[in-house]
């Protein structure tokens, strides 16, 4: 395969949040035109606009009642891609819905910290993503070889390099890291870097393997977590091993790794980087376990 040379990754832009309104405050918005009906402030269909709207005033809701600063800012960033056109456009109708002026002053003192409290929150993640494009050209810089060239697929040492600059970088493996790793990969395909895109979908498994992998050692939540640090090439084997000597069922290892997608899909921020590579590592192993107990139930 075509190697590609480990200088090309300096290239890469940083991809700044672009999910992230900043919006004029409420006295200004008033000026601007709007629906009138709550279905009308969004868009698709009246159900799902209204489902929204349901949803957005719910997080206001709760806003509104914080009883502190602190907890307001933890609402904020719990929320923070919540924090769209729809979510100020609802503010703006709410606020021109109140009839109580001392209702409207708290309305607009809420959304004047959220607007300080998101811009600060960008601003740092702007920061993140900055700093970890350093952090992402040293694990790449890992997988190279003595000249700072790449070749697919790494061979074990290069694996085990990777491994260890992601352990090295444990505290930084965050959203702006998986950010930028998926910023890098739209440009590499972009480009046609068809190696580059190969090799950050190999570090995002190498970090899922890490993010994943648990302590048991024994029975069938040992068996999975040896599949699920293993190299993707020896997951089938490893099943298939276990298989035949009696140490998994197929039931019972499928039933391990649901709880495992399962505390994955809950424990974690919704529609975050980091949910969506560890999940879609998860569905890829159910993939092939379901492909080898496939096969060994037709060879029987």
Sequence with gaps: MRAASSRAVKAFGVRRPATVVRPQRLGQQQQQPRSLSIVQSFDGNAGKA????????ELIDVMLEAKSQQELSRLVAENIFSFD?????RIATRNDSLKNEADKDKLKAVADTVMVLVDAMVKQTEQQLNDSAAVLQEVLKAA????????????????????????????????????????????????RMDTMVALLQKVLQLYAAKALRGQEA????????????????????????????????????MEVLQKKMEATVLGMQSGSYA????????????????????QLAAAQ
């Design 50 to 57: 209204l489902k929204e709207a349901a949803a957005l005033d």
């Design 85 to 89: 056109a729809k979510f100020w456009m």
């Design 144 to 191: 190279a070889d003595e000249k700072g060239e790449w070749y697919l697929p790494l061979d074990p040492e290069q694996v085990s390099s990777v491994r260890a600059a992601l352990d090295k970088h444990s505290e930084r493996l965050d959203e702006a890291l998986l950010s930028n790793c998926f910023a890098w990969m739209k440009k590499c395909q972009d480009d």
């Design 218 to 253: 024994e029975g069938m939540a040992g068996v999975l977590n040896e599949v699920v640090f293993a190299e993707e090439q020896d997951w089938e084997p490893i099943i298939r091993r276990a298989a035949a000597t009696g140490d998994v069922a197929e039931a019972a290892f």
């Design 275 to 294: 949910q969506r590579v560890q999940a879609e590592y998860l569905k890829e192993i159910e993939a092939r376990a379901k492909t080898v107990f496939r």
